[in-house]
């Protein structure tokens, strides 16, 4: 029987697929508290799409997250490497796939930590997530920006615990009730993400649930352009207006300390050309840090 490889991410799709994963939905009641619609987001932290649609997920909090709370919940990528198929069976593999992925989505991937520290597998950082998530739902998805950051530019090898703590300690996390949790009790709760996501019925990476209070369900299943996102929230909420947002790049970086150039132009609105003009202008000026990989920089603002 043939095993597919989830690190073999179709770009053409947008999807991180599991293997064997066939399974039909059985959708868990879902209980939304304090906006109308709740996304349900099936990630992993090692997962190419997920990191390409960063930039339109970034813009979707800030036009939408007045209507929307995002629920993350870990999908176990990589449980180990007993893959062969695609032309993937080991980690050197992954190394060219992620470099090609990266110049499709127009964000920087450095796919040689497969060749200098690869991964074993994708559940550590993913355990560590949820140990963050225990402590506080926020600085969690900063801990989570952090890592991808570390494992997809910086090419450090995010299983190892010196580069979890690192993240955490960067984003203002306890880091010795992080390690405590890490081994105990966010073991538990990522294996209750495994058993959502099953049920759920979910194949593959990202895939969002967009739903309301009265049951009703859309999916936006892979990476895709943020228009199809927009299109799922006023599906269910038809009355939702967009906020308008500062575009200028105080606000942006006041939002977000981090920015690759594809996420300055999708929330500037500027095009990638322009978009690197004002980021290598604003370096000059020292506002911002460049922080320089092999496929495209990450712009880092220094207040």
Request: aromatic share 10%; hydrophobic share 35%.
């Amino acid at each position: 029987m043939k095993t597919m490889n989830p690190l073999l991410c179709d770009p053409e799709n947008g999807i991180c697929e599991m293997p064997g994963s066939n399974s039909e939905a059985t959708f868990a009641t879902t209980v939304i508290e304090n906006k109308p619609l709740k996304i349900i987001y099936f990630t992993d932290p090692i997962c190419s799409s997920c990191w390409g649609i960063e930039p339109q997920l970034r813009k979707l909090k800030m036009e939408y997250g007045q209507y929307i709370e995002i629920e993350y919940r870990m999908g176990g990528l990589l449980p180990d490497w007993s893959y062969n198929s695609g032309g993937i069976s080991k980690p050197s593999d992954v190394a060219h796939h992620w470099d090609e992925v990266s110049h499709h989505y127009q964000m920087p991937i450095d796919g040689d930590v497969w060749l200098e520290d690869p991964l074993s597998s994708s559940y550590p950082p993913s355990i560590a997530f949820k140990a963050a998530q225990i402590q506080d739902e926020q600085l969690a998805v900063r801990f989570l920006r952090k890592i991808r950051e570390m494992v997809f530019l910086e090419k450090k090898n995010i299983t190892r615990w010196e580069h979890l703590r690192h993240a955490a300690a960067a984003t203002g996390l306890d880091t010795n009730r992080l390690k405590t949790d890490y081994e105990t009790i966010a073991v538990t709760r990522f294996q209750e993400d495994l058993a959502i996501s099953r049920q759920y019925g979910v194949r593959g990476f990202p895939t969002m649930f967009v739903t309301d209070n009265k049951g009703n369900r859309d999916m936006v299943y892979g990476s895709k352009p943020y228009a199809v996102f927009e299109t799922s929230i006023r599906k269910l909420l038809p009355d939702a207006v967009k906020k308008q947002i500062d575009s200028g790049w105080q606000a942006l970086f006041l939002q977000f300390r981090t920015l690759t150039t594809r996420e300055f132009a999708e929330l500037s609105g500027n095009s990638m050309q322009q978009s690197e003009i004002i980021l290598e202008q604003l370096c000059q000026q020292q506002h911002l840090e460049k922080f320089s990989s092999k496929n495209g920089p990450l712009w880092i603002c220094k207040s």
